[in-house]
């Protein structure tokens, strides 16, 4: 007979099958606006750059009013009840901080695009859209007990950007790398740089024609409307992933 937990971790396991299977946002521009080389190497560098400028300068911007503390208190409260009666109805309420993050920071990501887009900017929104992302992620992190700013934690972080957002022929490698940090028995070498790397062609990848036309003015709305389908998809694959681990740890 299933408990209440093993249903759950089912449904977590359906949930993040499909997020993987929907196309990556942007690719159905692919193929339809011919995208210069010269536009495909300066959009990776750009999301490199940006997870630099971001991660490494900005980090403490993306923290102001972040209420850390509050979510914690939240989630240590969920889990008690959780642990005191494992039912349905407990477990899901410890997801319930996460779904509401992802609701609020999708039409931050959606204004954001859109409104950059009409104007005709594409590049510089790079940063300003992975700032929304990680805070996003970090959120969802915290919704679940997980302190994201550990060197393993922030590898595994970056590891699920990159799987979320990886084309389907580079999503293998972008899976077990994810298994990787999530399995490993004992501390593993961490290069927190290749990781940035990695996220970074990723997601140039994924919403290459939709930035590209982005910064065309006016016709770039329908670029920058492309944010909130790739948030959808990062944060949504993130809070299965943390949603899992949290049902694992209470087997």
Same mark, same amino acid.
Request: net charge positive; aromatic share 8%; charged share 25%.
């Given at each position: 007979?299933?408990?209440?937990?093993?249903?759950?971790?089912?449904?977590?396991?359906?949930?993040?099958?499909?997020?993987?299977?929907?196309?990556?946002? =942007?690719?159905?521009l692919?193929? %339809?606006?011919?995208?210069? @080389?010269?536009a495909?190497?300066?959009?990776?560098?750009?999301?490199v750059?940006?997870?630099?400028? &971001?991660?490494?300068?900005?980090?403490? #911007?993306?923290?102001?009013?972040?209420?850390?503390?509050?979510?914690?208190?939240?989630?240590?409260?969920?889990?008690?009840?959780?642990?005191?009666?494992?039912?349905?109805?407990?477990?899901?309420?410890?997801?319930?901080?996460?779904?509401?993050?992802?609701?609020? =920071?999708? $039409?931050?990501a959606?204004?954001?695009? *859109?409104?950059?887009?009409?104007?005709g *900017? $594409?590049?510089p929104?790079?940063?300003?859209?992975?700032?929304? &992302? #990680?805070? =996003?992620?970090?959120?969802?992190?915290?919704?679940? =007990?997980?302190?994201?700013?550990?060197?393993?934690e922030?590898?595994?972080?970056?590891? #699920?950007? @990159?799987?979320?957002?990886?084309?389907?022929?580079? %999503?293998?490698?972008?899976?077990?790398?994810?298994?990787?940090?999530?399995?490993?028995?004992?501390?593993?070498?961490?290069?927190?740089?290749?990781?940035?790397?990695?996220?970074?062609?990723?997601?140039?990848?994924?919403?290459?024609?939709?930035?590209?036309?982005? $910064?065309?003015?006016?016709?770039?709305?329908?670029?920058?409307?492309?944010?909130?389908?790739?948030?959808?998809?990062?944060?949504?694959?993130?809070?299965?992933?943390?949603?899992k681990?949290?049902?694992?740890?209470?087997?």
């Open positions: 007979m299933q408990t209440p937990r093993d249903r759950m971790l089912r449904r977590a396991e359906r949930q993040q099958a499909r997020y993987l299977r929907r196309p990556v946002a =942007g690719s159905r692919a193929g %339809k606006i011919p995208v210069p @080389d010269r495909r190497q300066a959009l990776t560098a750009a999301f750059k940006a997870f630099e400028v &971001v991660l490494d300068k900005g980090d403490g #911007l993306i923290h102001k009013g972040l209420d850390t503390d509050g979510l914690r208190v939240a989630f240590a409260a969920q889990d008690r009840q959780a642990m005191a009666r494992m039912n349905s109805k407990n477990l899901r309420a410890v997801g319930a901080q996460a779904r509401r993050v992802r609701r609020r =920071g999708a $039409g931050v959606l204004a954001e695009g *859109v409104g950059l887009g009409l104007v *900017v $594409g590049l929104d790079i940063p300003l859209f992975l700032g929304v &992302v #990680l805070r =996003g992620v970090y959120q969802i992190a915290l919704s679940y =007990g997980i302190d994201y700013r550990t060197p393993a922030r590898a595994y972080l970056l590891a #699920l950007i @990159d799987c979320a957002a990886a084309p389907d022929a580079d %999503k293998q490698r972008a899976l077990d790398q994810t298994a990787r940090y999530l399995y490993a028995g004992a501390p593993i070498p961490i290069d927190e740089q290749a990781l940035r790397r990695r996220a970074a062609e990723s997601l140039a990848e994924g919403m290459l024609t939709a930035k590209f036309v982005q $910064g065309l003015p006016l016709v770039g709305a329908a670029g920058g409307a492309y944010n909130l389908p790739l948030y959808r998809r990062i944060t949504g694959y993130a809070e299965t992933q943390y949603r681990r949290y049902l694992w740890s209470k087997s």
